[in-house]
């Protein structure tokens, strides 16, 4: 079965600090990932996609970034943090044969606090 | 509008009451729809998921898609504690196409 391992789980930063949020995914290969913002109040808003290493699609304009270096591997970057940031960032990918209906398997989330 | 609309609640209900948990949407290609449920400080978990419309049973969750009406619901039967939860709708077109979440109704029931 597939697993997504997401760290830190929890983080506090200060306003114009980076921020760098790692996802791996484990049982499944060459996974498409997805990378979600949940604020308090409102629905899991997409910010990035990868259908594969080094191919990244953005949904929302915002000061945040995505890489993917590995097959298994997700990074959310920020070079200074803003107090909009704050909020619970989680990693998805596809439940097995989910791809194209949208079932997504979720990782346990990385809490953002930004001062 | 938005394209998912769902009550955030909070939704107090009985241990042992039916509960019903609804979303509706605007988007008329939408073909897949999910309920995800997310406990406090937890990522969501895939629930119940339905293609088009009509009923889905497993154990004492029963989802419904009415495409007509653009409207889905989810009924619990029985509710435990543990069921206290929020309880996320979700939709997409297929076809590779993203999905869109509802904001969540918070479920809690008592003891």
Known sequence: ????????????????SPLSLECTVEGTSNPNLYWYRQAAGRGLQLLF?????GQISSEVPQNL????????????????????????YLCACPERGGL?????????????TVL | ?????????????????????NCTYSNSAFQYFMWYRQYSRKGPELLMYTYSSGNKEDGRFTAQVDKS???????????????????????????????????????????
């Open chain 1, 65 to 88: 970034s995505a890489s993917r270096p590995q097959d298994r591997q997700f990074i959310l970057s920020s070079k200074k943090l803003l107090l909009s940031d704050s909020g619970f």
């Open chain 2, 69 to 111: 009406s653009k409207y889905i619901s989810l009924f619990i039967r029985d509710s435990q504690p543990s069921d206290s939860a929020t309880y996320l709708c979700a939709m997409s077109a297929g076809g590779y196409q993203k999905v869109t979440f509802g904001t969540g109704t918070k479920l809690q029931v008592i003891p």
């Open chain 1, 100 to 112: 194209s209906t949208g079932e997504l398997f979720f990782g346990e989330g990385s809490r953002l």
């Open chain 1, 49 to 53: 996609y990868s259908v594969g290493i």
């Open chain 2, 1 to 21: 509008q938005k394209e998912v609309e769902q009550d955030p609640g909070p939704l107090s209900v009985p241990e042992g009451a039916i509960v019903s948990l």
């Open chain 1, 1 to 16: 079965s597939q697993t997504i391992h997401q760290w830190p789980a929890t983080l506090v930063q200060p306003v114009g």
